[in-house]
């Protein structure tokens, strides 16, 4: 079982382009790692500009020939582009937009204008026929100093 997240980047205008993480979204590991590897805006940026991922720090990496995954040598993101699949980045137009995407996500995590990293407990409430978010509730949560 996943512990699914979103990862935003806030921009001046108030929007927020951000991208689907699959792996370990709770802030004692994602939000851990992201102050640690990715706390500078240009990083950020790096990282959202990939699209959607499995997980943004591991040594495992998509073979686009076959779709398993192998190990490599260093430290970064495993993207889904990498076994060849179009998943960028979306843009929200503010915060209650980001929120009421729906990839199953339990947090949302913003890289604010003042360069620090904000996480977000994400609760959903459907549709009847659960084809549409109705409602999102949200409440700010601690990312620990480590892990």
Same mark, same amino acid.
């Given at each position: 079982m996943s512990t699914r997240a979103r990862i935003g980047i806030l921009k001046d205008d108030a929007s927020i382009e951000s991208v689907?993480?699959?792996?370990? &979204?709770?802030?004692e590991w994602l939000g851990v790692i992201l102050n640690e590897q990715y706390n500078k805006r240009n990083k950020v940026k790096e990282l959202i500009? &990939? &699209?959607?991922?499995s997980c943004c720090w591991t040594t495992r990496r998509w073979n686009k020939e076959g779709g398993r995954d192998i190990e490599v040598s260093f430290n970064g993101a495993n993207y889904y582009s990498y076994r060849n699949e179009d998943a960028p980045s979306k843009i929200s137009k503010n915060f209650d937009e980001y929120m009421? %995407?729906?990839? &199953?996500?339990?947090?949302a995590y913003i890289y604010t204008l003042e360069n620090k990293w904000e996480a977000h407990q994400v609760y959903k409430k459907f549709s009847e026929d659960y084809t549409?978010?109705?409602?999102?509730?949200?409440?700010?949560?601690? %990312?620990p100093i480590d892990k």
């Open positions: 689907y993480h699959h792996f370990d &979204g709770y802030p500009k &990939g &699209g959607d991922m009421m %995407i729906d990839c &199953g996500q339990e947090f549409k978010v109705v409602h999102t509730n949200t409440r700010p949560v601690e %990312i």
